[in-house]
């Protein structure tokens, strides 16, 4: 297998999963050059500072100039606008990724702003993650052993796809592909679903009278169980957008089976409930350990 | 402070929790005898073979004979009848406690057995487990940082509440004291409504057509959300029917924002989602990390 390495990669929002990926690839070297790019230069020249990339600008142009590869790595609400920037300055040996966990939306937004998708966009999600957000959380075992997801299109061209394969197989990643909506709804359902849950019980706590002294009492299950309801809330908001279609329905599916539980809660349906917790335990222990 | 020792402690169940008092206890010299009593002699031999009991038996008077302390450490449904064996056999200078969920369940069990609460008995309940059951899961440091809450009655003997503090502080806990409502309403919140949560999503998805490929997707925070609900079915059906009253309360509470919370993405409604992330957000910031 030939050496893959990127000669110059520009990552757009070097938050923790961009600057995950910046020191991945560095560690592995697989990368000769890293230009961050990014609205708030104070989290720039941190990232610069941190040594996570190597030149930083807020000229978009220059960011891209050059480029093998570029890389979206902002909230979900902000790549419409940054793939209309794009548009009449992107050149077509760049190729284009990102990691939005929802693919739908991503590929709307760039037939927004393209007309299509542009053959040099290979729509990815790396299936990894932290609660910790900023550029301070990037850790460069991040996607060790992980499953990164490509969505490529009809048109997509296969070399393009080949790049972004190899830059995730450089950090160390399982790369499949999948379709858009099969990707959204796995999504919806192992990890915003999930997070649904853990934000509203922790809001339902904390508009709780005596909340200070709830949460004091919580033990470690309670911990790991709301640790995910620490992730940055404008990132949330807009995953939960983008993929609402496929987050109402798994709502509406958990909704239905948390009141059948309440009601053999309340009428104390031994039955029900040793079934459905061993169901459960079940599948957790046979998937998950 | 004079040196707190217990003679002979009789361990009534012999799992993760009362494996784990036994193991505190010794590793802290405060403890010189341990007898194990139950129903399975396989786990009690497991036990004895471990090294966390000196002695098993399955013959309740003579597990009991000159015990300075009985700890009930079986799943709630157990215990009244281990309540009514007791009656006309434990001798009143033994102090009974317990390790239950639901303090007002136990109590009740108590003076169903007694007629009314023996004045030797403590309620407690340790805030500390593990989603791991059986005596292999038994670690000697499970408690140590954790808090123990004890809901002595009006007529309980003020040095049996001092022996099972005691007891306990020598396991390296906080000891603290509730009202038993109080307790159960706080558990129901902090543990009871989150084990519902997980054993719900993870049967929501395992009946879901594509199960298989849904928990290869899952990632780390996954991982976490759900790993409470590897804990053990028969125990939390019994935690469930014991304080049934509280927890109903905590799912309705819960349904209800969580409808609210359906709407909001259904209506892509983005100030309500940012509020209720952010609100969570911090609360789980302030008080868990």
């Known amino acids: 297998m030939p ?23 560095r560690k592995n070297n697989s990368v000769e050059s890293i230009v961050g790019y990014g609205r708030n230069p ?9 040594g996570v990339v190597d030149e930083i600008t807020s000229i978009l142009g220059d960011a891209i100039q050059d480029a093998d590869i570029i890389v979206l790595a902002t909230p979900l609400g902000a790549m419409q606008e940054i793939l209309i920037a794009l548009k009449d300055i992107v050149s077509s040996t760049s190729v284009i990724t990102d990691v939005g966990s929802s693919k739908k939306f991503v590929i ?31 850790k460069a075992d991040l996607f060790e052993q992980r499953r990164v997801i490509l969505t490529p299109q009809a048109n997509t061209n296969a070399s ?17 592909e999948m379709q858009v909506e099969h990707h959204d709804e796995v999504l919806a359902a192992t990890s915003h679903l999930p997070h649904m849950l853990a934000y509203s019980l922790v809001d339902t706590l904390a508009r709780m009278d005596d909340q200070q002294e709830i949460f004091e009492y ?3 299950g309670f911990r790991d169980f709301t640790r995910i309801a620490s992730s940055d809330p404008q990132m949330w908001h807009d995953i939960c957008v983008a993929n609402r ?16 539980l309440t009601k ?8 029900y409930l040793k079934d459905t917790f061993t169901r ?10």
Chains 1, 2 share one sequence.
Do not use: Y
């Open 160 to 176: 393009a796809v080949k790049t972004i394969r190899s830059m995730w197989q450089a950090c160390g990643a399982n790369v499949v």
């Open 245 to 260: 279609e496929q987050l109402v329905n798994m709502l509406h599916a958990f909704n239905d089976d948390l009141q059948r």
């Open 280 to 289: 459960a335990k079940n599948a957790r222990d046979k998937f998950c350990e």
């Open 264 to 271: 053999a809660v309340e009428q104390a349906d031994s039955e």
């Open 3 to 25: 050496e893959f390495i990127i000669n110059k990669l520009c990552i757009i929002g070097v938050g923790s999963m961009g600057g995950s990926l910046a020191r991945a690839l």
């Open 218 to 220: 919580a033990a470690g």
């Open 108 to 138: 709307d937004a760039a037939k927004n702003a393209f007309g299509k998708v542009p053959v040099n966009f290979v729509p990815a999600h790396p299936i990894a993650g932290t609660e910790k957000s900023g550029v301070e959380a990037a």
């Open 42 to 50: 104070e989290r720039l020249i941190k990232a610069k500072d941190l």
